[in-house]
């Protein structure tokens, strides 16, 4: 994996049709690195964002989840779960030959930027810029790192 990209969902889905070409007319395609994609969608709507991406000719792999953006329980809500944090390793460790690792949630400020913090650290590299430039959500983050250290 070359880079972690984060991303709101509508530049995610900018990000994705970017790759996207007619059918017999691929050669118009704008980009043509792999990438895989992490979407963290809202459990309380009912279907999340109302879309889910798929696997193309660029797009190696999906990952689609439902939780919400809380540190505790809150009812109606999902909150970030070990099962959770063990899927998202599972898939980067899978999805490490792609080019682009594309995580997006709602506003790619919190869940995302958690993830996408995670995912730089998984792979060896400085993370700090996604303390500085926002807020991760700490839960996520944490919970990911223990669930990591105890698969290791």
Known sequence: MKRVLLRSVFDAFEYVMAHYA????????????????ISIQDSHTGGGFGFTFNKTAYCHDVLTLYFDDTVKPVP?????????????????NRNRSVDTLLVHCYAGQSRSRA???????????????????????RHIYDTLCRVYENKT
């Open 76 to 92: 109606g809500a999902v909150l970030f779960g070990e099962a959770h944090a063990s899927a998202i390793i599972d898939f980067i």
């Open 115 to 137: 993830v996408a913090a995670f995912a730089v650290k998984m792979l060896g590299a400085d993370n700090r810029a996604y303390f500085t430039g926002g807020v991760p959500n």
């Open 22 to 37: 007619p059918f017999g007319e691929e050669d118009m395609v704008e980009k043509r690195d792999t990438y895989a994609v």
